[in-house]
């Protein structure tokens, strides 16, 4: 059975802190996101990764970086949390390199994460 | 650029009863649709899709959507809700040709014994 997870289910941290998320898929999938989920917002998409040490910028990545040093495994950074940054973040991913492919995509269970 | 639009914020329906969950588009290729459904702390799971070929097309759960391209619609449909289908419900428009894809804003369902 396809399985993302995701390192945490809930995470508080304080203002200034580095915060790392883990996503980790074990389909051998060549797409990987990060979104942030927020009430009335739906999902938006911060960074995803086509490939191994690659990325691209979603909608908002400011105030947030990635990592993908192996296929099955992408981070989501943030450098200095704010309290702006308080969400739900989910982590996906998908079988093409092609975003809008058609593809289904996975979903985590998802981090729900407080700045305080 | 491509878009999507849930136009209810929130549905309540009781047991046994029609759903429907109206979704619209915008998009200047031919687009593939999705809707995902969310349970409470769960992650996101697919309901169905559509990728044109058929334009009704049937998902899990006795869940169905039809793609109307004249309308720019993707609209959800069950015959009977369940107390199970309670949940949160995204449309999904995924554009290959500009490698883009996005999400509505999500519609609350709930089901009233």
């Known amino acids: 059975d396809v399985k993302v997870t995701q390192s945490s289910r809930y995470l508080v941290k304080r203002t200034g802190e580095k915060v790392f998320l883990e996503c980790v898929q074990d389909m051998d999938h060549e797409n990987m996101f990060w979104y942030r989920q927020d009430p009335g917002l739906g999902l938006r998409l911060i960074y995803f990764?086509?490939?191994?040490?690659?990325?691209e910028k979603g909608d908002i990545p400011e105030g947030y970086s990635v990592s993908r040093e192996k296929k099955e495994r992408f981070s989501l950074i943030l450098e200095s949390a704010s309290t702006n940054q308080t969400s739900m973040y989910l982590c996906?991913?998908?079988?093409?390199?092609?975003?809008?492919?058609?593809?289904?995509?996975?979903f985590g269970p998802g981090t729900r994460l407080t700045v305080l | 650029a491509q878009s999507v639009t849930q136009l209810d914020s929130h549905v309540s329906v009781s047991e046994g009863t029609p759903v429907l969950l109206r979704c619209n588009y915008s998009?200047?290729?031919?687009?593939?649709l999705f809707w995902y459904v969310q349970h409470p702390n769960k992650g996101l799971q697919l309901l169905l899709k559509y990728t044109s070929a058929a334009t009704l097309v049937k998902g899990i759960n006795g869940f169905e959507a039809e793609f109307k391209k004249s309308e720019t619609s993707f609209h959800l449909t069950k015959p009977s809700a369940h107390m199970s289908d309670a949940a949160e419900y995204f449309c999904v428009v995924s554009d290959m040709r500009n490698n883009d894809m996005r999400f509505g804003a999500g519609t609350r369902l709930t089901v009233k014994p």
């Open positions: 998009s200047s290729y031919s687009p593939s």
């Open positions: 990764s086509y490939d191994v040490k690659m990325k």
């Open positions: 996906a991913s998908s079988p093409s390199r092609l975003a809008g492919s058609g593809d289904t995509q996975y």
